[in-house]
């Protein structure tokens, strides 16, 4: 959604506004602001459900489970500092196998173990994806995601992780419910 838009056509409320596509910001009286909300509101609304064009997601490289490692985690992180001018790499990791039993954590995240053709097994997570896929859309499946490497760190112990940022069934063009194609990397 283009916040810039958004605000230029709830710009009656505002005493002052500014921003781009991805942030913005303003100042309104406080008198206003119940106006605005629900302007704003209805404008987000429409602005999500009725999108310019489905955006395309290009994979930056193909990875098998092995490669996802704490150096690999490393090694992403000195690439930073990520933003709009400076994506952080997304990694392609197709055929896996669902293994175990996946779960919803944490009010809303989908997590589950899955294995690739080599046999590697790693944890895989999707941060509030489970309005998109329920544990049993993916059990027992094979899915082919799109990922950023992270390094996670519980109770004293760092490990790899693994982050979906799209997935979809291996053999489909696109991930469920999001309106975005997934390509390979170039």
């Known amino acids: 959604m283009n916040v810039k838009e958004a605000l230029e056509r ?3 409320y505002l005493v002052d506004f500014g921003g781009h596509k991805e942030a913005g910001g303003f100042s309104i009286r406080e008198e206003d602001i119940p106006d605005f909300q629900r302007m704003f509101e ?3 609304e429409e602005l999500v459900s009725c999108p310019a064009a489905p955006c395309a997601l290009r994979a930056d490289a193909e990875a098998v489970l092995a490669d996802c490692t704490l150096d690999l985690s490393s090694f992403i992180e000195r690439l930073g500092p990520f ?7 997304l990694l392609m990791i197709s055929n896996l196998k669902v293994v175990g039993h996946p779960r919803e954590v944490g009010g809303g995240h989908l ?13 895989l997570i999707g941060f509030s994806i489970v309005s998109r896929w329920k544990p049993e ?4 499946k094979t899915v082919d995601v799109l990922a950023h490497m992270r390094k996670n760190t519980y109770q004293g112990k760092t490990a790899p992780q693994i982050q979906i940022g799209e997935m979809r069934l291996s053999g489909t063009a696109e991930p469920s419910g999001s309106g975005a194609a997934v390509s390979g990397a170039e």
């Open 137 to 140: 859309d993916v059990d027992g």
């Open 111 to 123: 997590k589950f173990e899955a294995a690739d053709a080599t046999g590697e097994v790693r944890d």
């Open 83 to 89: 933003g709009a001018a400076n994506p952080e790499p």
């Open 42 to 44: 209805e404008v987000v």
């Open 10 to 12: 709830c710009s009656r």
